[in-house]
Structure formats: structure tokens, C-alpha cells
């Protein structure tokens, strides 16, 4: 099923959790980057086009703040993303421009997606970028999405634009294979769920544990942003992005992954 749902889909759009993008010294993973920017470059020269919806400001911003690490005060993690997304953003573009790939920065919060200007307006700037060749690489805009009007995750975030942008499929790339049963970071016997087509069945069938690190919403945002794709009928794909080479070893049927489908 996998293989055919990226065979089949011309517009995809790619989620990267933090998790995914720190290293384990929980700073940014440059060699990730590069594997990612070849694979969607490879994809993008069989005439895919690609979407990027990137996390990670806050720990770009903590590989150079490190001084502001106990800082928990919400001012100074707003400041810490906002340092951190330059950081960011300089990573993708040096791994784009090495397959001849420009990247575009897209800031967005939750009141942008509830206005018919500002959504008219989004969806006509990822229309011309993705016309052009170029890679749009979305993140919520940390500067001013306080708590009370965050989007909250990128997960979320990353359903919203695939649906602003009529994405034949969005992939959420995390730091596990897929949903599993319970928590298979806590239980090593837990099974992976590898088609979900009823969202209440699931959510009753599952235990959802603890996140780690830089992750935010866990499983449930997941299924909840696969949930609001598939009610616009985009599929959604949540697998291994840590894993060499995943998005070919997902189109080649050699990694496994949860689709969520009807
Ligand atoms: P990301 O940063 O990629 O968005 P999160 O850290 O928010 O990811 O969520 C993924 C984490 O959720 C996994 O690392 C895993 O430890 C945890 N988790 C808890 N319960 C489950 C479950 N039932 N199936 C899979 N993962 C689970």
C-alpha cells in the first residue's frame, strides 16, 4: 500500500518532527538534512513536487543559545525559536542547493488558516513557489503564536497546508516506525499498526504513552491530523524518518509505517 500511495501521489507533503531533526546530542542533524534534501531532490526530478512542514526552531536555537537552555519563560523560547529558525532555515538551504534546489520560508499560525484573504494569499505563494521548482518549508511562526493561538504542532500544521495546498498525500516523518499498540519505547513486545481506516476504533484499540525530548504532540496529534486529511481525502503515511534512505525505502516497499486511509 505504501509504495503505490507514493507512486500514485504527485504533490506531497513531508512533516519532520523535532525528534527526527536533533541528533542525539540534541542539536541539529546535518546528515538527516542531506539525505532528506537528496531524496525529495530525486523525487522532485520524477516530477513530484514537495512541501517540507519543519520543527525544530527550538532546538536549532539551543545548538546556538546553549546559555538560554533553563530559560523557560515564554519570551525568551519565543526569542530562542527565533534565532533558532535562521539556523534552520540555513541548514535546508545548504542541503537543497547541492541538487540545485532553491527553499522558501513559510511562517504561519493558526489565525492565518481561519481568514479567507490570508489563506487565499498562502495558497496562491505555495502554488507559485511549487510551479517553480522551489521547496517551501513551513513552520509555525513562534513570534507570534502565544500559547493561547498556537497551532499548537506541526502535525496539525502539516494537515492544514496539506489541505490548503491539495496534497495528493502527506507523510509524518517521527522517530518511531508508525502507531504501535502501546508505547514501544516502554514495552518492547508492542505491534505496529500498519492500516488504520477507523479513527474511534483505533484511538479505543491503542495505549498512547509519553513523548520524549523536543516532541510535542505525540500520537494523538497524529491521529488527529491524519484524521482531518483523510476528511478532505488526503492519505496519510507516519514512519521512521531517522532510518537512511526512508522515503525510497518507503516507495520501494523495504520500510514499514502506518497509513491511515479510508
Ligand atoms: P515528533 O517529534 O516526531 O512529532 P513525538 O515525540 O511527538 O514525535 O511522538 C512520537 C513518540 O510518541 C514516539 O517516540 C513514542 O515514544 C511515543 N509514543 C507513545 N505512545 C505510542 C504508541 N502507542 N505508538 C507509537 N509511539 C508512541
Redesign the pocket.
Known sequence: MIPKLIKDARKIIIK?????LAGKDGKINFSFLDDLAEQAAELMKQGKQIVIVS?GAQVAGLSTMDKWARKKDIHYRQALCAVGQVQLMKAWRRAFEKHDFFIAQILLTREDFNDTNRTLNMRNTLFTLVDEGIIPIINENDTVSVEEIKIG???TLAARSAILWSADLLI?????D?????????FPD?VLVEEVHNFEETRKN??????????????A??LDAAELALSYGIPTILAD?SKPRCLQALAAGNQKGTVFLA
Open positions: 519532520i518532527g523535532s525528534n527526527t520543527s504542532d506541526n502535525d509524518l516523518f517521527s522517530d518511531i508508525g502507531i504501535y499498540n502501546k508505547n514501544p519505547k516502554e508492542a491503542i495505549i498512547i504513552g509519553e513523548t520524549n525530548n523536543f516532541g510535542t504532540g505525540g500520537i496529534t497524529k524518518g
